[in-house]
């Protein structure tokens, strides 16, 4: 009987390991078999925090581009209109080419034909925006006329060609006021534009109006 016991315990330790084993196996292949679902979240998660990182990293960067090489708009280059000339500006009435000038004729003589006149100023109109005229200043000058010189009155406001002659018996008349002498021709404070060749001399006389 006591040889039977320890055979019958031996058998049973052997069955018991056997389990054992068995039990320790499938807990092993368990855990494997869960750690790879685990291994693969992880590694899914750790690619989409790296593709969203690249994302941001992309999405920053393209702005930024985006920024530095957006062209501006119109508004911000187009020059600015320049500013516009005032229509009042009287002084225009005031430019002359060169030779010629606007003068004051105080006396006349002729044989050699010639005009004492005083030099002038433009002066813009007080009253009137645009308007401006000339006025007679200091001084006395005296000037010879060219051979062949030409010479224009105004009858009202009409210019009409006339000898020089007739131009320099006008400056007289309306120096004295000789209404006789005057004729069809007006006056208008004895104001002429000359117009000078390089000696000097007066090639052209025109009468100029004032109102």
Known sequence: ?????????????????????????????AAGSSATPAATVAASASASASA????????????????????PTAGSTAKPS???VPAGDCTAAAQRPGGHKVISATVAWGG???IGAAPTRFVCGK???????????TGDDTYFFAPGA??????????KAVPVARALQQVVACTTDNKASQGEYGCYGNLYEI???GAGKITRIAAMYRA
């Not at 969203?52 to 062209?71: D, F, I, L, P, V």
């Not at 009253?127 to 200043?137: H, K, L, N, S």
């Open 1 to 29: 009987m006591s040889v039977r016991r320890p055979a019958a315990s031996l058998l049973l330790a052997a069955a018991a390991l056997a389990l054992t084993a068995c039990s320790s196996g499938g807990t092993t292949t």
């Open 127 to 137: 009253d009137v925006p645009g308007e401006g005229y000339w006025e007679a200043t």
């Open 112 to 114: 050699p034909d010639r």
């Open 150 to 159: 030409t010479a224009e009155l105004l009858v009202g406001t009409q210019a």
């Open 52 to 71: 969203g990182a690249t994302a941001s990293t992309g999405a920053g960067t393209g702005a930024g581009t985006g920024t530095a090489t957006a062209k």
């Open 82 to 84: 320049a500013k516009p």
């Open 195 to 197: 117009t000078l060749d």
